[in-house]
């Protein structure tokens, strides 16, 4: 059965900290892993991820994925109070061009002044 | 990048009744797809939504319970049926940008906060 796991599921760290958040999936036929951001009802999206070893940056955030050993962190340096959210990995599954998203747990970041 | 409107944004209803949800993106989408966020709960699919032919269900949803329409490529909408406190949820529509429109992925409507009394 495809899935996505991710770790932990919660995390509380102060301003300045630096976070690392695991992702790790088994899905037939990958074609790339997504990051989101949700802080009130909408995800909003933050990277897509379809090659090993590439990492995408924007601004404090990073990731990179593993294909090898199936799984992608996302970093967060420097936090902020407006970094706590909720984080979400996505693996698009089913067959190729179908757009449906299995999600992971989430990851609920709360970062204390 | 394709934008999509959500409505409502948020109601509280009574159990027994039903709630439609409407989704309008800016551009032409060939599929559309709705997902239930139950509270501390990740999202899940529900269906997606083809222009012109029967949504497709995942396990577990049934068209009676959630009936959607599509009637063109830029909207489509979610029916919430009789409904229970279970179906206490946020409701979101999402489409698949290619690309070239800006933010390559899925976009994401604005959420329906649904909360049945």
């Known amino acids: 059965e495809d899935k996505v796991v991710q770790s932990p599921l919660s995390l509380v760290v102060h301003e300045g900290d630096t976070v690392t958040l695991n992702c790790s999936y088994e899905?037939?036929?990958?074609?790339?892993l997504l990051w989101y951001k949700q802080e009130k009802k909408a995800p909003t999206f933050l990277f897509m991820l379809?090659?090993?070893?590439i990492e995408k940056k924007s601004g404090r955030l990073s990731s990179i994925l593993d294909k090898k050993e199936l799984f992608s962190i996302l970093n967060i340096t420097a936090t902020q109070t407006g970094d706590s959210a909720i984080y979400l990995c996505?693996?698009?599954?089913?067959?190729?061009?179908?757009?449906?998203?299995?999600f992971g747990q989430g990851t609920t970041l709360q970062v204390k002044p | 990048s394709a934008v999509i409107s959500q409505k409502p944004s948020r109601d509280i209803c009574q159990r027994g009744t039903s709630l439609t949800i409407q989704c309008q993106v800016d551009?032409?989408?060939?599929?559309m797809f709705w997902y239930r966020q139950q509270p501390g709960q990740s999202l899940t699919l529900i269906a997606t939504?083809?222009?012109?032919?029967?949504?497709?269900?995942e396990s577990g949803f049934v068209i009676d319970k959630f009936p959607i329409s599509r009637p063109n490529l830029t909207f489509s909408t979610l029916t919430v049926s009789n409904m229970s406190p279970e179906d206490s949820s946020i409701y979101l529509c999402?489409?698949?940008?290619?690309?070239?429109?800006?933010?390559?992925?899925?976009?994401f409507g604005s959420g329906t906060r649904l909360t049945v009394v």
């Open positions: 939504a083809n222009q012109g032919s029967e949504a497709t269900y």
């Open positions: 379809t090659s090993s070893g």
């Open positions: 551009s032409q989408v060939t599929m």
């Open positions: 996505a693996v698009p599954w089913g067959s190729s061009n179908t757009g449906k998203l299995i």
């Open positions: 999402s489409v698949e940008v290619a690309p070239g429109q800006g933010n390559y992925g899925y976009t």
């Open positions: 899905v037939t036929n990958f074609r790339s």
